[in-house]
């Protein structure tokens, strides 16, 4: 399973990079899923735990966590969103 | 275009004249102007706010925009036109930065649809505000209030 993933604002800086390009295994098949296999990966990413307050976007789309994703699909993480 | 997401400002008068330019069916015009505020954020220990810097997901900003304008305009049928304006990029406290118009027959269609699409613009559009201060930058934290302003316009399923 390939995905592009995105980050925005704070979560951006804290990882140091706005997108990639992620190979995660066949059971990674949700959002929260796929949040869970980023945060775990290499030495830990603090940012992208569990109860970090992360909202995600499937395809554009803002979405909850226990939304199906698919090979091919653009995740985005990020903070709360604070416009107007 | 009824959606916009820019750099440049915008002129809230003109705007609104185009609502209802050249129909003689609207009867009310609600508009919304939103500016950058310069207020400390953390009362008397926050430090000025020199500018900030207003960060979206484009493609996704629009899309977003634009499924609020069509929810608004199936909550409200009677409404006769929308525009919303959004601007990103790097902007001064006084600087405009949001604007939500709306013509209906009525006032009560256009105030309700003006407000509504704010609200769900505040916790559904992709936008994040990073404050300059003299002690560097500081994301804006999302507010409880906003997600309790959205929620109010909630429907049962």
């Known amino acids: 399973m390939k995905f592009k993933v995105l980050y925005f604002a704070s979560l951006r800086e804290s990882l140091g990079k706005a997108e990639e390009l992620v190979e995660a295994p066949s059971g990674v098949s949700s ?32 979405v909850k966590d226990d939304v199906a994703i698919a090979d091919g699909d653009e995740i985005a993480f990020f903070p709360p969103v604070t416009g107007g | 275009m009824s959606v916009s997401v820019q750099e440049a400002d915008f002129d809230p008068g003109r705007e609104a004249e185009r609502l209802s ?23 008397s220990q926050g430090s000025d706010v020199q500018a900030m810097t207003l960060e ?17 305009r199936s909550r409200w049928p009677a409404i006769l036109g929308v525009r919303v304006i959004h ?7 006084g600087d405009r930065i949001v604007f939500v118009g709306v013509a209906g027959a009525h006032r009560g269609e256009a105030f309700a649809a003006c407000e509504f699409i704010m609200d769900y613009l505040k916790t559904r559009a ?18 409880d209030s906003d997600d309790e302003a959205a929620g109010r316009w909630s429907v049962p399923d």
């Open chain 1, 31 to 62: 959002v929260a899923a796929l949040q869970r296999f980023l945060a775990e990966r290499g030495e830990g990413v603090p940012a992208l735990a569990r109860g970090r307050n992360v909202r995600a976007a499937v395809n554009q789309v803002m």
């Open chain 2, 126 to 143: 992709p936008f994040w505000k990073k404050e300059d201060t003299a002690e560097g930058g500081r994301w804006v934290d999302a507010r």
């Open chain 2, 87 to 93: 601007r990103v990029g790097r902007l001064a406290p």
């Open chain 2, 21 to 43: 330019a050249g129909r003689d069916d609207v009867g009310a015009l609600a508009t919304f102007t939103g500016l950058v505020r310069a207020d400390k954020q953390n009362g």
């Open chain 2, 56 to 72: 979206h997901y484009p493609g996704m900003t629009e899309k977003a925009l634009e499924a609020i304008v069509v929810e608004a």
